[in-house]
């Protein structure tokens, strides 16, 4: 991407989901988040999205 896109107009949201369901901080998921905010950092990105626990996406959804 950054070879045909000028980083500055690049961004990345980090937010990723597994079975268990939305991103916690914890022991196991910082070191790899604070990883790989690291090796973004040094390419020039305009931003960097960092999702955390906001929403429960294992949880049924209530029928309005």
Do not use: C, W
């Given at each position: 991407?950054?070879e045909?896109?000028?980083?500055?107009r690049?961004?990345?949201?980090?937010?990723?989901m597994?079975e268990?369901?939305?991103?916690?901080?914890?022991?196991?998921?910082?070191?790899?988040?604070?990883?790989?905010?690291?090796?973004?950092?040094?390419?020039?990105?305009?931003?960097?999205?960092?999702?955390?626990?906001?929403?429960?996406?294992?949880?049924?959804l209530?029928?309005?």
């Amino acid at each position: 991407m950054l070879e045909v896109v000028d980083p500055s107009r690049v961004g990345v949201k980090i937010g990723p989901m597994h079975e268990g369901g939305p991103m916690a901080a914890n022991n196991e998921t910082l070191p790899i988040t604070e990883y790989a905010v690291r090796q973004l950092g040094g390419y020039g990105l305009s931003h960097l999205l960092l999702m955390g626990n906001t929403t429960d996406f294992t949880a049924p959804l209530s029928s309005h």
